[in-house]
């Protein structure tokens, strides 16, 4: 552990903790850095490349893709999710809890991918799903002590 103390709010803090453990080429320039970690933060129809967190674990970069993936559906944000039975819904959400309730590695990361699917999302229906699974992440899991001040400013912010 790094010891990162990153708050939400306090642009300082946070652009501390994304430049020490978002996944953003450095080869951005600052300016150019600052508008992809936003952008990476927030509500997306497409899927994701790699881990939004850095991480050297083989199977967190193996299973963050299609963990999203999962998100998306049970959030309705892509197509496979816009009309699934309240039972479909409830089972990618069971199964994105049990990873994270039996993986601690997977943890943060899928806190960040639900971050990054209730920052900015335009649909109300998809938002309250995202505050619904959110609530059983934190019942079921926490998060890591480097992660727990930046999702703890997020949930006070939002």
């Known amino acids: 552990s790094s010891?990162?103390?990153?708050?939400?709010?306090?642009?300082?803090?946070?652009k501390e903790f994304a430049n020490k453990n978002f996944n953003v080429?450095?080869?951005?320039?600052?300016?150019k850095r600052e508008g992809k970690i936003a952008?990476?933060?927030?509500?997306?129809k497409d899927s994701i490349k790699e881990p939004i967190l850095r991480t050297p674990n083989k199977e967190m970069k193996k299973l963050a893709i299609p963990n999203f993936k999962i998100?998306?559906?049970y959030m309705g944000d892509i197509k496979t999710?816009?009309?699934?039975?309240?039972?479909?819904?409830?089972?990618?959400?069971?199964?994105?809890?049990?990873?994270?309730?039996?993986?601690?590695?997977l943890r943060d990361e899928l806190y960040m991918q639900l971050i990054k699917q209730t920052t900015k999302?335009?649909?109300?229906?998809?938002?309250?799903l995202g505050?619904?699974?959110?609530?059983?992440?934190?019942?079921?899991?926490?998060?890591?002590?480097?992660?727990?001040?930046?999702?703890e400013g997020y949930l006070y912010k939002n």
């Open 39 to 44: 952008n990476m933060l927030s509500h997306s």
């Open 25 to 31: 080429p450095k080869t951005f320039l600052p300016i």
């Open 71 to 73: 998100l998306q559906e």
């Open 81 to 105: 999710g816009k009309n699934l039975s309240e039972q479909e819904r409830l089972k990618r959400a069971i199964e994105l809890v049990d990873r994270g309730w039996k993986n601690s590695t």
């Open 121 to 128: 999302n335009p649909k109300p229906k998809s938002l309250e």
């Open 131 to 151: 505050w619904r699974l959110m609530a059983a992440y934190l019942y079921y899991f926490p998060p890591t002590v480097r992660f727990q001040s930046y999702l």
């Open 3 to 14: 010891g990162i103390n990153a708050e939400y709010g306090d642009k300082e803090k946070e």
